[in-house]
Every structure is written in structure tokens, then in C-alpha cells.
């Protein structure tokens, strides 16, 4: 067992250009989660999958964000057209749930930095 | 909606105890989450509680009410690699909810 996985782990870029983040979860787990965090702050939902499908989004989740799983492995992350206020560090997380159990612990990745310039 | 709260800093010393508090208000509530987490790194699972009463884990303790919409965190015998933020998170199905996290600093 490998953990989460994000690549890159920094990455810094100039204002309007797009940028991509890959998770690996840990293998089987049916979960995914991307949160985003700023300095001294908790980490905030961002989205959701179980397998594939994406379940929900939050509204910090504008449009230029988007993210797919496309066979409920993997799954990336993409910012179009950047902003000074993307920077953060954009947390990868996974968990197994399965019917009939309301808690389950979810692991983080070690995170992927994203600096726009 | 959801409403951590927790203290922003706690300072204690080497070999010490130190309680690290959160109080919620959430809309649904599967269990509260504990996470460490160091400058710079992703925040590490310490403890979850869903049930009220205390959970033991070797020198770090948890404790929860869901009543009173309260739990703590419990560190004993400080050691300086403890020093972190301490992030509190609240359950609903599919999410975490967290605080802003405390930052206890170990002094030797």
C-alpha cells in the first residue's frame, strides 16, 4: 500500500494559463476527495467521486475548475485560466466505504502546491 | 452548514499534557476526525470518534459529546516532534468538515 499519491507536488505558473494535478488513491478505495487549503486555514471541500461518478461539487468549485475519474482510479484535477487566488495547496484524499457503515476514515495525499505568478 | 471552532495556539512543554478543544454545529454528523498535520505536509489521521466517550491511542487521547457538540484532543508526554497544527473535522456521509486548526508549539 502506497498511500495517496498527487503529482506534481509544486507547481508554479503565470496568471491565465491552465494547470492539471493527478491522485493516485490508495488502491480500492472506492472514495476520492479534492479539498483545497490556504495558509492557516483547515482544508475546504472541493468535490467528491464514488467509482466514477462525480457526486457533488461545492460551490468554492468555480468553472473554471474541473475534475474526472474517468475509470474510477485516478483521477486529475484541472484550473483553467488561473488566478493569484488559486494559490494554494490542493489536497488529494481517498476512502473505502461500503453499505451499512457511516464512518470511514479518509487519508490525504501529501498535497500538490500550486503557486500563480 | 457547519461551525468548527477551535483555539488558534496552545503552547505547552516537553512532557506536559495538553487538551486541544473543538466545539461544532453541523447540519449531519457521522463522526469527528482528529488530523495532525506539520508545516508544509498533508494533514495525517490521529483519531475518530462516533460514538461518545473517550478513545485512547498510546500518549494521544480523544474524547467526544455529541450532546454538547464538543470534543478534545488530549496530548501527553509532549514531545517536540508533536509540535503541529492539530485540525478537528466533522463527518456528514461523504465529507470532512474542518476547523482552521490549532497550532501547539512544544518548548523544551
Known amino acids: 500500500d502506497t498511500g495517496v499519491s498527487q503529482d506534481p507536488r509544486h507547481k508554479i505558473t503565470k496568471r491565465g494559463q491552465n494547470v492539471t494535478f493527478r491522485c493516485d488513491p490508495i488502491?480500492?478505495?472506492?472514495?476520492l476527495y479534492w479539498y483545497r487549503q490556504t495558509l492557516g486555514q483547515g482544508p475546504e471541500f472541493l468535490t467528491y467521486?464514488?467509482?466514477?461518478?462525480?457526486?457533488?461539487k461545492s460551490r468554492l468549485l468555480s468553472d473554471r475548475f474541473s475534475a474526472e475519474r474517468p475509470k474510477g482510479s485516478f483521477s486529475t484535477l484541472e484550473i483553467q485560466r488561473t488566478e493569484q487566488g488559486d494559490s494554494a495547496m490542493y489536497l488529494c484524499a481517498s476512502s473505502l466505504t461500503y453499505r451499512g457503515y457511516s464512518g470511514n476514515t479518509i487519508y490525504f495525499g501529501e498535497g500538490s502546491w500550486l503557486t500563480v505568478v | 452548514g457547519q461551525n468548527i471552532d477551535q483555539p488558534t495556539e496552545m503552547t505547552a512543554t516537553e512532557g506536559a499534557i495538553v487538551q486541544i478543544n473543538c466545539t461544532y454545529q453541523t447540519s449531519g454528523f457521522n463522526g469527528l476526525f482528529w488530523y495532525q498535520q506539520h508545516a508544509g505536509e498533508a494533514p495525517t489521521f490521529l483519531s475518530y470518534n462516533v460514538l461518545d466517550g473517550l478513545e485512547e491511542k498510546g500518549r494521544f487521547s480523544s474524547f467526544l459529546s455529541r450532546s454538547k457538540g464538543y470534543s478534545y484532543l488530549l496530548l501527553k508526554e509532549l514531545q517536540m516532534k508533536d509540535s503541529a497544527s492539530y485540525l478537528c473535522?466533522?463527518?456528514?456521509?461523504?465529507?470532512?468538515?474542518f476547523g482552521a486548526g490549532t497550532t501547539v508549539t512544544v518548548r523544551a
Open positions: 488502491s480500492e478505495h472506492n472514495r
Open positions: 473535522a466533522v463527518s456528514n456521509d461523504y465529507k470532512l468538515s
Open positions: 467521486f464514488q467509482n466514477e461518478a462525480q457526486l457533488e
